[in-house]
């Protein structure tokens, strides 16, 4: 195998073996040279007008940890009472968070206000610089992946909880709280498809060519 081929199926490996992580942290320290190493991918990401958009506050204090669990907690709880049924045993059975057993949090910031009142490439796509935080998140979460780290995305709780909570200022929104910790193992199947939640579909099904809603076929040879 070829230099470029060996990189192609490493990083095809990483993307396959990326899962949202929630049982397996182990609570052992992350090792500071990796986490930089995992922010540093973060912020090579690509970004609108090469604006840059992204902040990321580091949580280690264990009374924030629990303080957002138990906000996370009380979403959890609301939104379960909106389930019955098959819906509601199945939710009952997934759990959520990793936030005290990780360790660590990394809240992930969006500055809409960072690259000045014109970047390059926002003028039609106000969202662009919302993406622009997304990718970092990816490029973190892939890191995170080759380095043998787990990273569980929490996403029930409210903004402005979240923003009091790490002291973000108004003009920077909260995107995501990331749990990322070392885990003894990553899972083979994600907990959402393997407790019966929802499975992933076949390319196929979102695949379409030229115009939506005419079917595509993904390439074979």
Not at 55 to 74: G, K, N
Not at 115 to 142: E, F, K, T
Request: aromatic share 8%.
């Amino acid at each position: 195998m070829s230099g470029s081929a060996a990189h192609a199926a490493s990083l095809y490996d990483v993307i396959n073996r990326r899962r949202d992580t929630r049982r397996e942290f182990t609570g052992a320290a992350v090792d500071p040279t990796v986490l930089q190493r995992v922010l540093s991918a973060a912020h090579c990401a690509p970004s609108v007008g090469m604006s840059q958009p992204w902040d990321f506050v580091l949580v280690r204090e264990p009374e924030t940890l629990a303080a957002f669990a138990a906000h996370v907690a009380e979403e959890r709880d609301a939104f379960a009472a909106t389930l019955s049924g098959e819906r509601a045993e199945t939710f009952g059975r997934i759990k959520i968070e990793g936030i005290r057993e990780s360790g660590l949090g990394v809240v992930v910031g969006y500055d809409a206000t960072r690259g000045g009142p014109h970047v390059l490439g926002r003028h039609a796509i106000a969202d662009a610089g919302l993406y622009s935080v997304v990718c970092a998140i990816q490029n973190l979460w892939l890191a995170a992946t080759a380095e043998g780290l787990g990273v569980g995305w929490v996403s029930f709780y409210r903004e402005e909880a979240l923003r009091e909570l790490v002291g973000m200022p108004a003009h920077v929104r909260p995107v995501a709280w990331l749990c990322v910790g070392a885990v003894d193992r990553l899972p083979e199947v994600p907990d959402l498809e393997r407790f019966g939640w929802r499975h992933r579909s076949p390319l196929a099904d979102v695949l379409h060519e030229e115009r939506y809603g005419v079917s595509g076929s993904a390439p074979t040879g």
